[in-house]
């Protein structure tokens, strides 16, 4: 009988540490800036695979553990960006509690992983779910251990475009952010009689990125969204209602305040239709858990590779855990009754858009997820809600609202998370509990960094800004304070709606045709709610993932693509921390000079990022041929 490798071995779970908190700190500002963030699972495996080889033993199994914690801390950053923002634009933090910033993250990250580890059995082993990102890492893990030479190769080649990916999309960020060399983003407006229209782009590797991940269908739908608001909307609510000022001032007014809350109604429409669409699987599932468990205690012999965090213990630390949501809850509510009603109602909410999102992250990846739909739905729920308690005008109803969609958002991120990596687990061979404990430790990890992270990125770029707009979190405040304020856009809201079930219903009628371009609706709604100049990028992102399919890429070179992909973002993100922290150690906004003179340089690099990855996927598919 063969013995297993070794799982967690101490400088694995160093390694998962580290990379845990340097991730979630870097989709912490992808988050801010983009409203979007991307799984970091793949480059997570390739930087284990290259830094373990260091020593004379290394396996497999370890790289798994050490991607399982990392992928950990950069969901949870999600979790933490799309909600807790909301508290300090709301004016009811003055600045970032770090202590507060590190529970709710820390509790409902856990909370996720709890509330998934049923779910496992069921939706890999019995539903056999795809989950796309976790099939990919598992490939990029036995590419780089199938054999040793070739594989040290294939490795150090991909950590070698990884890091050249890296530092160029960060000099471009330093450039841009830093000494501001070029604007951001290429963006203006015209009008048509007293029809406005408004377009632009933002200069951003990073966003390109994105959408070279998630792939053409879902960058074409978002940026349709984007379409839907500023081709159409924008355009039809200026001609009956006209507007003021300069074309560009105005739509971005118009979009601001009204047309954005389209997005709203079709994301809580989303929301609501995930969980009906997903109510009888997760159903089955469960019950598929609480057999299997059943089959254990009767003494039947559980295999290694099956073998989770014993469901008793899994239930013993719900309970534990509802004492500090509890707590939180306690601290801003009237009535401790209150307190423990929210908690009884987070827990629930918890557990259906956890499985919601692990479901989800099975059928579209971690990175197409639609964490912020449900939390919408969560936050509009709990707002309308805490209304009928409370009444009308309370701060502190609507920053209890979004605090329970906080939990909700931490714990979703993390179950779809949980069951991606345990899908990359479950086809290398490794230990389920374990990768689940390594999970607890990622989350526990990144919930330490994430308070000092915003506060950073908030002291330079004042978070809510421009330069930092935080989409997900400014909705959620716009929710919760629109509800307690009387003056949500119900209009807007109601219209959005009615366009998510339009959308629904064509989506409906793509899946009876058997076609392989669906319309899911989250992706369509966050469009709607992002900047154009935002979506634009993504979508260029997605039509050069398409054109690489065209050019005749093959799985090594889409490989490479995603790692290039992969780099950018994590170079990005990472120089706009750095950049910011001069300026959160001395308070001076102006502490980096400015370069003028070189505004045309941005838009010369973009071409240069988009060129980079055409030949990326099309030079090795040549040397293929003549291989």
Same mark, same amino acid.
């Given at each position: 009988?063969?013995?297993?490798?070794?799982?967690?071995?101490?400088?694995?779970?160093?390694?998962?540490?580290?990379?845990?908190?340097?991730?979630?700190?870097?989709?912490?500002?992808?988050?801010?800036?983009?409203?979007?963030?991307?799984?970091?699972?793949?480059?997570?495996?390739?930087?284990?695979?290259?830094?373990?080889?260091?020593?004379?033993?290394?396996?497999?199994?370890?790289?798994?553990?050490?991607?399982?914690?990392?992928?950990?801390?950069?969901?949870?950053?999600?979790?933490?960006?799309?909600?807790?923002?909301?508290?300090?634009?709301?004016?009811?933090?003055?600045?970032?509690?770090?202590?507060?910033?590190?529970?709710?993250?820390?509790?409902?990250?856990?909370?996720?992983?709890?509330?998934?580890?049923?779910?496992?059995?069921?939706?890999?082993?019995?539903?056999?779910?795809?989950?796309?990102?976790?099939?990919?890492?598992?490939?990029?893990?036995?590419?780089?251990?199938?054999?040793?030479?070739?594989?040290?190769?294939?490795?150090?080649?991909?950590?070698?475009?990884?890091?050249?990916?890296?530092?160029?999309?960060?000099?471009?960020?330093?450039?841009?952010?830093?000494?501001?060399?070029?604007?951001?983003?290429?963006?203006?407006?015209?009008?048509?009689?007293?029809?406005?229209?408004?377009?632009?782009?933002?200069?951003?590797?990073?966003?390109?990125?994105?959408?070279?991940?998630?792939?053409?269908?879902?960058?074409?739908?978002?940026?349709?969204?984007?379409?839907?608001?500023?081709?159409?909307?924008?355009?039809?609510?200026?001609?009956?209602?006209?507007?003021?000022?300069?074309?560009?001032?105005?739509?971005?007014?118009?979009?601001?305040?009204?047309?954005?809350?389209?997005?709203?109604?079709?994301?809580?429409?989303?929301?609501?239709?995930?969980?009906?669409?997903?109510?009888?699987?997760?159903?089955?599932?469960?019950?598929?858990?609480?057999?299997?468990?059943?089959?254990?205690?009767?003494?039947?012999?559980?295999?290694?590779?099956?073998?989770?965090?014993?469901?008793?213990?899994?239930?013993?630390?719900?309970?534990?855990?509802?004492?500090?949501?509890?707590?939180?809850?306690?601290?801003?509510?009237?009535?401790?009754?209150?307190?423990?009603?929210?908690?009884?109602?987070?827990?629930?909410? *918890?557990?259906?858009?956890? @499985?919601? %999102? =692990?479901? !989800?992250? +099975?059928? /579209?990846?971690?990175?197409?997820?639609? #964490?912020? $739909?449900?939390?919408?739905?969560?936050?509009?729920?709990?707002?309308?809600?805490?209304?009928?308690?409370?009444?009308? *005008?309370?701060?502190?109803? @609507?920053? %209890? =609202?979004? !605090?329970? +969609?906080? /939990?909700?958002?931490?714990?979703?991120? #993390?179950? $779809?998370?949980?069951?991606?990596?345990?899908?990359?687990?479950?086809?290398?061979?490794?230990?389920?509990?374990?990768?689940?404990?390594?999970?607890?430790?990622?989350?526990?990890?990144?919930?330490?960094?994430?308070?000092?992270?915003?506060?950073?990125?908030?002291?330079?770029?004042?978070?809510?800004?421009?330069?930092?707009?935080?989409?997900?979190?400014?909705?959620?405040?716009?929710?919760?304070?629109?509800?307690?304020?009387?003056?949500?856009?119900?209009?807007?809201?109601?219209?959005?709606?009615?366009?998510?079930?339009?959308?629904?219903?064509?989506?409906?009628?793509?899946?009876?045709?058997?076609?392989?371009?669906?319309?899911?609706?989250?992706?369509?709604?966050?469009?709607?709610?992002?900047?154009?100049?935002?979506?634009?990028?993504?979508?260029?992102?997605?039509?050069?993932?398409?054109?690489?399919?065209?050019?005749?890429?093959?799985?090594?070179?889409?490989?490479?693509?995603?790692?290039?992909?992969?780099?950018?973002?994590?170079?990005?993100?990472?120089?706009?921390?750095?950049?910011?922290?001069?300026?959160?150690?001395?308070?001076?906004?102006?502490?980096?000079?400015?370069?003028?003179?070189?505004?045309?340089?941005?838009?010369?690099?973009?071409?240069?990022?988009?060129?980079?990855?055409?030949?990326?996927?099309?030079?090795?598919?040549?040397?293929?041929?003549?291989?």
């Amino acid at each position: 009988m063969t013995k297993p490798l070794p799982e967690i071995t101490f400088k694995a779970v160093i390694l998962g540490i580290l990379l845990s908190m340097v991730l979630a700190g870097a989709n912490a500002y992808l988050g801010l800036f983009a409203g979007m963030t991307a799984s970091a699972s793949i480059p997570a495996a390739v930087i284990s695979m290259g830094v373990l080889r260091l020593f004379k033993k290394h396996n497999i199994m370890e790289d798994n553990i050490v991607q399982t914690a990392a992928s950990a801390g950069e969901s949870l950053a999600a979790g933490v960006i799309f909600t807790i923002p909301a508290l300090l634009l709301m004016g009811y933090w003055e600045t970032f509690n770090y202590l507060e910033v590190a529970k709710i993250a820390g509790v409902g990250g856990l909370i996720g992983v709890l509330f998934t580890i049923p779910l496992r059995r069921a939706l890999i082993v019995e539903a056999k779910l795809t989950y796309p990102e976790g099939v990919a890492t598992a490939a990029v893990l036995r590419a780089g251990h199938a054999n040793e030479n070739s594989g040290e190769d294939e490795v150090q080649g991909g950590l070698k475009l990884l890091t050249l990916a890296s530092i160029s999309a960060a000099l471009m960020k330093l450039g841009q952010q830093g000494f501001a060399m070029w604007h951001s983003a290429v963006e203006g407006a015209t009008h048509l009689g007293r029809s406005v229209f408004g377009f632009g782009m933002d200069l951003s590797p990073a966003l390109i990125s994105v959408g070279y991940i998630v792939g053409r269908n879902i960058s074409i739908l978002v940026f349709a969204g984007g379409l839907i608001s500023w081709f159409i909307a924008i355009p039809i609510y200026t001609a009956i209602h006209g507007f003021e000022g300069n074309a560009l001032d105005a739509a971005n007014t118009i979009w601001d305040t009204k047309i954005r809350y389209l997005g709203v109604g079709a994301m809580v429409v989303g929301g609501v239709w995930s969980l009906i669409k997903l109510f009888k699987p997760l159903m089955v599932g469960i019950k598929a858990s609480l057999t299997a468990y059943s089959s254990a205690q009767r003494g039947e012999v559980v295999k290694r590779k099956e073998s989770d965090i014993p469901i008793k213990y899994v239930g013993i630390a719900l309970l534990v855990l509802m004492i500090p949501v509890f707590v939180i809850y306690n601290d801003i509510l009237p009535t401790p009754q209150l307190a423990i009603l929210i908690t009884v109602i987070m827990m629930v909410f *918890g557990f259906f858009f956890s @499985a919601v %999102a =692990a479901y !989800m992250a +099975g059928v /579209v990846g971690s990175s197409n997820n639609p #964490i912020s $739909g449900v939390t919408v739905a969560t936050v509009l729920f709990a707002s309308l809600l805490l209304l009928a308690i409370l009444g009308s *005008g309370s701060l502190q109803g @609507a920053a %209890a =609202a979004i !605090m329970v +969609g906080a /939990v909700v958002c931490n714990a979703a991120a #993390i179950g $779809g998370d949980n069951l991606q990596d345990l899908k990359t687990g479950h086809i290398v061979g490794a230990t389920p509990w374990k990768q689940q404990v390594m999970q607890v430790i990622g989350v526990l990890s990144a919930a330490v960094v994430l308070g000092i992270v915003l506060d950073i990125l908030h002291t330079a770029y004042t978070i809510g800004s421009p330069v930092l707009s935080a989409p997900q979190a400014t909705l959620m405040k716009a929710v919760a304070e629109g509800v307690f304020q009387g003056n949500l856009p119900w209009d807007m809201v109601i219209a959005g709606a009615i366009l998510g079930v339009i959308i629904i219903a064509l989506d409906i009628r793509q899946e009876k045709r058997g076609s392989d371009f669906r319309i899911p609706i989250l992706a369509v709604a966050v469009g709607i709610y992002l900047p154009i100049s935002l979506t634009t990028p993504i979508f260029i992102g997605g039509i050069l993932a398409h054109m690489g399919d065209k050019l005749g890429a093959t799985e090594a070179t889409r490989k490479k693509g995603l790692l290039l992909a992969a780099g950018m973002i994590t170079g990005e993100a990472i120089m706009g921390i750095l950049v910011a922290l001069p300026i959160f150690i001395t308070a001076d906004k102006d502490w980096w000079p400015s370069i003028n003179g070189f505004g045309w340089l941005g838009p010369i690099l973009v071409i240069a990022i988009a060129t980079w990855f055409i030949i990326t996927l099309k030079t090795d598919k040549t040397q293929a041929g003549e291989n």
